[in-house]
């Protein structure tokens, strides 16, 4: 058992100061070597909750910047956000048009800040997952293999049949085919549906799943976006909060877009040990569709939503002006462990 006085929670995480704890844990916890193991991840947090400790409270200065210097992490965060995987495109005998897709779920060390990395189960080597895109109609096939040593699966949201749902565990070194006509059109997710659910999401199995309307939305700059959360110790609280898996990914690469431009995000919350998430953008209002399934419905305007694990929706931006856009969670300690950005409007 840990030594009481020892534990870490996000209260105290806030106390010390998330740059603090970014720098202390990069340089003890997360190393390259984290080892994927339970075992080892408990006796690294042991040390790090010493190191904690003699560090003393290190608040996080106003004006804080992340910096802007590269990483495997925020390279991957900032690819994300327009990485769309349409598919290895074929047409049916029947004339449907099908798009295959490889999928593999595999232990991966992923890079979530400067210097630290998790040890997640992720598909593709990407906390999220890519993003798949396909229109209503398309016939979706999905060959998932399982390169990890549990058991794992993709369940998709949307209508399909009950046999391609995700339920049924894969196995280390076995593959299955998902195959199914892709609908409503609207905005999913697909996640892990193996037991225990909150360890299989929480270490990084997820991802958004876009169909496409057959009649196209309007033109726009178009985003898509995951929020989620890391428990660094594993007790059962998140110590990181980021968009697309890297801490102020937006902060040290504001995106850049263009004033009178219609911008959309496709957002969804994966965040596991949080009932929400929250985006609430500064000095505008958004257009908010919940699910995005019905391009006719009226939205939601407003300048924050919220979303429970596994909702998500459709948010567009017309920025009036150049500047600076601010972005976060509105929850406070979401922001100052690593969920806010910048749209730096041009």
Known sequence: MLDQNHKISRRSVLKAGAAGLLGVIGSSFFSSATAFSDHAHTSAKQDTHHKLKDQGHQGMAHGFDPGSESSVGLENAVKALTNFDYGKVSTRADGKTVRDYEMIAADWNIEIAKGITFPGWAYNGTIPGPTLRCTEGDIVRVTFRNGSTHPHSIHFHGIHPTNMDGLEPVMPNQTFIYEFEAKPAGMQVYHCHVQPFTRHIHKGLYGNFIIDPKIPRKPAKEFTMVM???????????????????????????????????????????????????????????????????????????????????????????????????????????????????????
């Open 228 to 346: 989620n959360g890391f428990d660094l110790d594993l007790d059962g609280e998140n110590e990181v909060y980021t968009v697309n898996g890297y801490a102020f990914a937006y902060m040290s690469r504001p995106i850049k877009v263009k004033a009178g431009e219609l911008i959309r995000l496709y957002i969804s919350n994966m965040t596991e040990f949080d009932l929400l998430n929250s985006f609430h953008l500064h000095a505008s209002y958004f257009h908010y569709y919940a699910t995005g399934a019905d391009p006719e419905a009226r939205p939601y305007f407003t300048d924050t939503i919220t979303q429970c694990q596994g909702e998500r929706g459709l948010v567009e931006i017309t920025f009036p002006a150049p500047g600076k856009y601010m972005f976060h969670a509105h929850q406070s300690e979401f922001t100052e462990l690593g969920w806010m950005g910048f749209f730096e409007v041009e």
